[in-house]
């Protein structure tokens, strides 16, 4: 017998995207040089379609970012061309009675920034002021929901891995610089938005993973899961925790640990095209985790690569079911963000356009938007606020 799971009133629906990886025509950041997008979907001058399909989907929230390098092209000169571009596509959104979730940061750094030291510069946290600013001047009447900083953890581990602009491998002395830098970029960001909007919601994106042992006798593999929840989801999150007015989960991963290298075993039972393995319990977890901060929680990010749309379905019914557990326990969670609305570039040497992530199908010849079944299936569960299973 099919049994209804019915969401808290005003639980906001919604897709994400970034500017890098669904825009187009970006030519002036860190990663054009050794990882260009593109064209990409054409976003830029096609976010009319895309938001008609976005209503046409019953989702009532979208998450985007403002790409820095359109804005700022050169230190402390803002392009006032791009700025009312950003103020059109916000409109669009307004027009549509669709909340935006906006990220002034998704890892895209202007050239000149990055000349000038990047993150490991102190003078960073000025730069990222300056760029605020703007965008609270500007546009700032027309965001409803604001993301400082997009998943900082990634970015500051980029600088031992090489995987992230600059490029360089095992920095561990940057590593800290980094990491208090962007502590700081938030804590100052947070102050010059409540400064303008006392009302605003303010947060990060944090990717916060799901660890345990492998086996829960294992002294080892207790103390390995203890290490690595700390460092990874609650070190950054514990130093801004006074400048957080809701928290911003991106959920993909969960870590089954072992003693022994490479130190995560994970039977992968369902895997997505990627690799990566589907584990919706973990979500359940981390909510648990989060509540602990006494915050209302938004799942920002929540997808897989899988081109042939043989196992979205099944992948946002089951973390949703494991959502609302959650919240019949009483955790404060608000919204349900998919990743991503339509296919796009993904980073890095393993990314690129081969991952298809979206619930639009997009034909990079042609450009034609397509939403896939499980596009339909979640407008359904949008629509009614509600999950049948």
């Known amino acids: 017998m099919a049994k209804v799971l019915k969401f ?16 187009g025509g970006i030519e002036n950041c860190d990663w054009v040089e050794r990882y260009p997008a593109g064209k990409t979907c054409n976003h830029y001058n096609r976010y ?21 390098s359109r804005i700022e092209p050169e230190p402390g000169k803002f ?72 998943e900082p953890m990634v970015y500051i581990t980029g600088y031992s891995t090489g995987k992230f602009p600059p490029f360089q491998k095992r920095n561990i002395f940057k590593i800290r610089k980094v990491f208090n830098n962007l502590v700081k970029t938030h804590q100052t960001a947070y102050k010059v938005i409540h400064k303008k909007y006392p009302k605003a ?30 460092f990874w989801n609650h070190w950054f999150l514990k130093r801004i925790k006074n400048q957080l007015d809701y928290i911003g989960l991106d959920y993909y991963f969960h870590h089954r640990i072992v003693w022994y290298p490479p130190f995560i075993k994970n039977l992968n039972k369902k895997v997505t095209d990627m690799g990566w393995e589907i584990y919706p319990q973990g979500i359940y977890y981390v909510l648990k985790y989060l509540s602990k901060f ?62 298809r992530f979206g619930l639009i199908e997009i034909d990079y010849k042609t450009m034609e938007r397509k939403p896939r079944p499980s596009a339909y299936y979640y407008a359904e569960i949008c629509k009614n606020n509600s999950l049948t299973i």
């Not at 808290?8 to 629906?13: E, I, S, T, V």
């Not at 919604?14 to 669904?22: D, L, M, R």
């Open 294 to 355: 006494q915050k209302p929680i938004y799942i920002l990010e929540n997808g897989l690569a899988d081109a042939k749309d043989e196992k979205r379905k099944d992948f946002i019914r089951d973390h949703l079911f494991w959502i609302y557990r959650a919240i019949e326990e009483g955790i404060d969670v608000r919204g349900y963000f998919h990743w991503s609305l339509m296919d796009n570039y993904e980073w890095g040497r393993m990314g690129g356009f081969e991952p």
């Open 201 to 230: 919601q303010v947060s990060i994106s944090k990717l916060t993973n799901y660890f345990e042992p492998a086996r829960k006798w294992c002294p080892i593999e207790i103390f390995f899961v203890w290490l690595g929840h700390i």
């Open 48 to 68: 009319e379609q895309d938001f008609d399909l976005l209503k046409k989907l019953n989702q009532n929230a979208f998450r985007l970012s403002i790409e820095w």
């Open 79 to 150: 392009d006032k061309k791009e700025i009312e571009h950003y103020r059109k596509v916000l409109l669009a959104l307004k027009q549509r009675n669709i909340k935006s979730v906006v990220t002034l940061w998704h890892w895209t750094n202007p050239v000149w920034f990055m000349k000038m030291g990047g993150w490991a510069n102190k003078r960073s946290i000025n730069y990222f002021e300056r760029y605020t600013k703007i965008i609270v001047k500007e546009l700032g009447d027309l965001i409803d929901f604001w993301v400082t900083l997009n």
């Open 8 to 23: 808290p009133k005003g639980f906001l629906w919604g897709s994400s995207t970034s500017a890098y990886q669904v825009e």
